[in-house]
Each structure stands twice: as C-alpha cells, then as structure tokens.
C-alpha cells in the first residue's frame, strides 16, 4: 500500500491504467474471507465479477475457486480498466477523482458513486443517486471543480464515513475498519490514501469514532 501522504499528490497525473495497477497491488494475491461477500478473491477480482464475464480460465466448464487462482495480474488490471472504469464513466468525472472513485468502484461497486451523488447533492447540486454516471454527474462534478472544491479530498472522506457506517451496521465488517491492535484497519487507510493528511484521523479521532463497538 502507498503511504498516504504520497497519493494525494500524485493521483491528478495518473492515467486510468496507472491506477488499476495500483489497485491491483493494493488488492493483492488470492483471499477467500468467509466474512466477505465477495468471495474468493485474486487482484480484487470476486469469483461473482468472473461468473458474470464467463471465466473459465482452466477450461472445465464452470467458474470456481480454481478460476480465480488462475488469473493474472495483467487481467486484472484490464478487468478493471474495463468494466470498473469506463463501462461505468468515471471518465467523465474530473480527474482529480478518477484514481479514489476508480479504487471505490473495484471495492464497493456502484456505491462508489452513490458516495459522489450523495456529496454533489450536500453542496447544492441537482443530482440523482441511482449509482450511474450520466451527463447530469459529470456536469455536477465538472461546476464544482471550476469552483475549486477539493473534490478529491471531501470524496475521500465521505468514503471514509461509509466504511464506518457499514462497520456500524454489520459488526461483522469491523474488522476492516478497526485492527485487532485497535489502530486503523485496511478500509480506513485506503479511504485515506486519497485524502491529504491534514484531513487524516488521529488514532484518539479515532478511537472516539468508535468508542461504542464492542
């Protein structure tokens, strides 16, 4: 994982094929969490995403565990360059969001961008969250960027408060959010991978933010 500091400022120059190899080294190898409802697990890619795009890399007539074992990095990356960033039109988002909302969408599917429609919404723009990027989005996104938002910033954070409101919801999802030495677990420092650190919780932030978990 890059260290936090260093992501904010060079996400705005990143190309959509430079993120998805982050992503991908971020996610890294094979994972099969009975927590997770995405399953098993290579390069991000859920056994679910294969099933829908037919992969059957062995060659045996089904998409199992065995599928996901085989796949590569590169087809990860071209997975998410596909179906997680131009099929869904992050592209026509301004860039300084494509790396977060890009790394969200792989992590948490439309919701990535029920997070920005919600966020367009609080600082006054006309927008529907149906999770779907069309004209009215991008033209939300695009007024507030000529006004000089720090998008990427206030993304990040709103990101970041959904984590801990799944964590709320499910407590079973707590452990992505908090580790067992009670520091920040992986979904709170990815969301702040992508937040300048003077937006970053400090551990008593954020130990008080979950001061009522059990």
């Not at 709320?168 to 992508?194: C, L, M, S, T």
Request: charged share 30%; aromatic share 8%; with cysteine.
């Amino acid at each position: 994982m890059q260290h936090p500091e260093q992501h904010p400022e060079q996400s705005t120059e990143q190309t959509p094929e430079a993120i998805a190899r982050e992503i991908v080294a971020r996610e890294g190898g094979y994972v099969d969490d009975p927590d997770d409802p995405g399953g098993p697990t290579k390069w991000g890619v859920t056994i679910h995403t294969m099933r829908t795009l037919m992969l059957d890399l062995d060659g045996d007539g089904d998409v199992d565990g065995e599928d996901v074992r085989c796949l590569t990095q590169e087809m990860a990356v071209d997975i998410f360059l596909r179906h997680y960033f131009r099929a869904p039109r992050i592209d026509w988002l301004p860039q300084a969001l494509h790396a977060s909302v890009f790394d969200m969408q792989v992590n948490a599917g439309s919701n990535a961008i029920k997070i920005l429609q919600r966020l367009l919404r609080l600082c006054g723009q006309d927008v529907s969250v149906d999770g779907a990027i069309g004209p009215q989005t991008a033209r939300a996104a695009d007024a507030l960027a000529a006004q000089g938002a720090p998008l990427a910033d206030a993304y990040g954070i709103a990101r970041r408060d959904y984590y801990f409101r799944l964590a709320e919801r499910r407590a079973q999802f707590r452990k992505y959010v908090r580790r067992r030495d009670g520091g920040k677990g992986g979904w709170i420092r990815r969301a702040e991978d992508f937040i300048a650190p003077r937006f970053h919780l400090s551990q008593r932030q954020f130990e008080t933010r979950i001061a009522t978990w059990t």
